[in-house]
């Protein structure tokens, strides 16, 4: 048989998912939280009544007003569902792709975007963040002369970052977007966890996307990703979007969630106060620093240890987190922690002081 497979997806390597069984799970930056059980039997009954002989509603129109009321999303925006955060950035992609359209982000960062523009055979740019004084910033005029020299069609900016974990500059932001023609696309995924938002700046950059998820609210298992910009751009961008993405439990669910939300709110809440006392702890550790977050992970850079053997000896104690030491090269010896319930956490800090005391 002829081999028709494109070399460039022979290149790639496969978005790899560690097998979590049996271990604490601290690396996928999920909500460590299950619903209450009263909570649960009503929706578990709400699905009882679900057609599943029938088509979801293939625009999912009432999920999408209650995700604009309950999620502060402007009311003149328009919205698109997505199956997760990366059907949205694959339709944002087909959309505009092209071999001579460039996709730019910066690095490191969440490597979806890169991938997808292979997928699609598009250029990928990538920008390397500041590491001036050992933090991750947009490196505003580096950034500004990559989009002169490339003419991006899309900008992906994480806000916060994955998987740094910081806001970036507002004005920088703010310049990039005023800056350019392309589209921007301000991947808001832990915006639950963030005190700031773009959303409030759809109708003054005509060229903005804001996109989210409700993975990281506690929703992970749904899939359901959204975004939200102009009626005349997502128009176009929702006509490469395959009919009934959004299954019928999905909408039912997340539905159910919002009406729900003070729930979800209570245990962000929760996770936001244990990633302070989580990063403290971590501070007091020598030959260790600590980023700051505004995300529910923790990213550390270790001095002292080699990043692969303490990975690998927190997995032989059960203790899943990420290892990002061979990421990127300005991630060298660095893992990233997801703050899990407090006993988790207190659990992941003993066996790390242990691992880093026995290394």
Known sequence: MKDWIRPEIKALTAYHVPDASGYIKLDAMENPYSWPQDLINKWLELLGDAS???YPDPSAKQLKAKIQTRLDLPGDSEIILGNGSDELIQLILMAVSGKDRVVMSVEPSFVMYKMIASFLDMPY???PLSNKHDQFEIDLELMLDKINQHQPAVIFIAYPNNPTGNLFSEPSVDKILSSTDAIVVIDEAYFAFADKSYAN???KYENLIVMRTVSKMGLAGLRLGYMAG???LLDEMDKVRLPYNINILTQLSTEFALEHKSVLDQQTEQIKQDREKLAKELKM???VKVY???ANFILLRLFEHDADEVFASLKEQNILIKNLSHA????????RVTVGKAEENMLFLSVFKSTLTRL
């Open 285 to 287: 550790i020598d030959g």
């Open 328 to 335: 990127d090269a300005s991630l060298k010896n660095c893992l």
């Open 201 to 203: 700046k759809l109708s």
């Open 230 to 232: 102009s009626k005349s």
């Open 292 to 294: 700051p977050s505004d």
């Open 125 to 127: 740019v990538g920008v």
């Open 52 to 54: 599943l002989n029938r």
